[in-house]
């Protein structure tokens, strides 16, 4: 087996190559484990206010109790929780799932066409939502099967008197909460009390029952539910746990959460993989405000962040940062895009930690492949895949391709999700009879087992024949110190089919098309420089920070 299995010979000291999936049978089983080993220890931090592992076991009780026993919901409902990230979401999300229902996590960012989308197709019953978002959902109910709507304040779990100034602020001051008017609607607050009138019942939770539908595919098309199983997020609970477990100290870790949870890599990685060893999350509920973001992270020894490139590359230009106190910081792990060459050479240098760039997408939950955690420097790869995980890259008949050739990646292991929702025929276009997730994205395999992106298929720059991969033109592009961030898509061209075109916001106000170009002739063969040099004062980004190509792809350029 080993031979089809050429990483494991590079796994660190101390990593098993196989882990138990079933040793835990649903996530709040291993929720109740983190509550009956650090009750008392702090587990979510937002604005000021802590709550503790217990305090998050009573309240997230409360909400189940208010959803079966007061609602009469039934096991297997869905639920759907539309927030940034504060104190309201574990709480909702473990009461959720307590309750024997499925999770379905919403973009607050959503229009009211999305948002009525993802409701629609994924029939929920209820939904929590941040007054902020509150309008959408009004707009979004009319044709839903909706039957109560829960509301809370931003501010409403932080005490007094601070919750209620961080409410009057929001509404009153930086007007953030547009007016709305929901009839039946019942406050959070009042929901937990009413959940104090009833016992939770003993609510039989099975493995492959569906815990999350994870909306992806939202920048492709239309989005669609992946549905993923309590089976599937212990599974990858324990792989990503084994990963890690030489580099972190149980209920000792304090871990920044800038990326929304109700994104499946902040989910897993830092509100699932981190709550298993008792630390604490350290909510940042808006990172965009990246000064605001910095003042947070001064305040807290912080052990460990996560991050998306585009959120690493922001805090590095934000002043003050490279003045924090990095003493604690133990682990960065970037996901979710490539990282960039230029970013995690800089991230070093100022921190003193390398940033280790992991692989994984919705449909794995999400973790599929990290480097090791004893990486010295960016090495270029998403790493090996983690413990009882197999990977190969295939071509487009299915066939197996031999080390170094490129092709796309396929996934096979207990974290690949159960399919689409209610959508049998794109659940067969991705995951074969063999059961490999075919992942989209073009990869090589080195040697070692080492994997590497070199892009999404549909990204791809055909250029007179040849493949041209954004990343690599980007990385080239973004080691040019007058560069803050950089895209590179493919545009028509009478010529050559397509041409290469780069999207850049200047770090350097100077900077010109001439320079970027001259740059490229010198780090990239004839075919991969870009013939178009378009300058922009912001990039079009996910609301987790993923830069969206496909916006970038109009001819319009200044060359």
């Known amino acids: 087996m080993n031979d089809a299995r050429p ?3 590079s796994y660190p000291a101390g990593v098993p190559a196989e882990i138990d999936p079933d040793q835990f049978s649903s996530v709040p089983q291993v929720l109740q484990s983190a509550i009956d080993r650090y009750r008392d220890n702090p587990a979510f931090s937002n604005l000021g206010k802590t ?14 109790a208010y959803l079966l026993g007061e609602l009469g919901l039934k096991k297997g409902d869905r639920v759907a929780i539309m927030m940034p990230n504060c104190l309201q979401y574990p709480i909702s999300t473990f009461g959720i799932l307590r309750a024997g229902l499925t999770v379905v996590n919403v973009n607050p960012m959503y229009t009211p066409r999305e948002l009525k989308h993802q409701l629609v197709d994924s029939g929920a019953v209820a939904i929590l939502v941040v007054d902020n978002f509150g309008r959408t959902v009004q707009d979004a109910l009319a044709g839903t099967q909706v039957k109560q709507v829960i509301t809370t304040g931003l501010g409403d779990l932080l005490g007094f008197p601070k919750g209620a100034i961080v409410n009057f602020v929001l509404r009153y001051v930086k007007k953030m909460v547009p007016d709305y008017d929901i009839p039946g609607a019942i406050r959070f607050a009042d929901a937990l009390s009413l959940g104090q009138r009833h016992t939770l019942p003993d609510v039989e939770i099975e493995s492959g029952d569906v815990a999350f539908l994870q909306y992806t595919g939202g920048t492709t098309g239309v989005a669609k539910g992946a549905m993923l199983t309590h089976r599937n997020l212990v599974a990858n609970m324990q792989q990503a746990s084994a990963w890690i477990d030489t580099l972190v100290r149980d209920g000792q870790e304090i871990i920044i959460t800038a990326l929304p949870l109700y994104h499946i890599f902040s989910l897993t990685a830092n509100g699932l993989v981190f709550m298993k060893i008792g630390a604490l999350n350290y909510l940042i509920t808006n990172p965009r405000d990246m000064p605001g973001f910095v003042k947070e992270l001064s305040k807290v ?23 924090l106190d990095f003493s604690h910081l133990r682990l960065t792990l970037g996901g979710g895009m490539a990282v960039q060459r230029a970013v995690a ?20 939950s999400p973790a599929a492949c990290i480097n090791p955690m004893d990486l010295v420097d960016y090495n270029g790869s998403i790493g090996l895949p983690v413990p009882s995980t197999d990977a190969c890259v295939k071509d487009e008949d299915g066939r197996v391709l031999p080390t170094g050739e490129v092709g796309e990646l396929c996934i096979k292991g207990p974290q690949v999700m159960k399919g689409y929702w209610q959508r049998p025929e794109e659940t067969a276009a991705v995951i074969d009879d063999e059961g490999w997730l075919h992942t989209g994205d073009m990869a090589r395999m080195d040697e070692a087992g080492y994997f590497y992106i070199v892009d ?70 004839g075919y991969k420089q870009p013939r178009f040099v378009e300058f922009r004062q912001e990039l079009p980004k996910t609301n987790v920070g993923k830069i969206l190509r496909r916006e970038l792809r109009e001819p319009t350029a200044s060359a």
């Open 7 to 9: 990483w494991l010979a």
């Open 345 to 364: 050479e800089r991230w070093k240098q100022v921190t003193g930690v390398p940033l280790i760039e992991a692989y994984g997408l919705t449909e794995t």
């Open 301 to 323: 020894p912080f052990t460990a962040i996560t991050g998306v490139n585009t959120l690493f590359n922001g805090l590095l230009n934000t002043p003050g940062f490279d003045k």
């Open 456 to 525: 999404r298929k549909k990204d791809m720059i055909l250029v007179s024949g040849f493949n041209v991969y954004p990343n690599e033109v980007e990385d080239v592009i973004a080691m040019m110190p007058g560069v803050l961030e950089v895209a590179a898509v493919g545009v028509p061209d009478d010529k050559s089919g397509e041409a290469v075109k780069v999207v850049i916001v200047r770090k350097d106000p100077s900077l010109t098309a001439e320079q970027v170009k001259a740059h490229a002739r010198l780090n990239l063969t």
């Open 51 to 64: 709550l503790t592992y217990g305090e998050i076991d009573r309240a997230s009780a409360q909400l189940a």
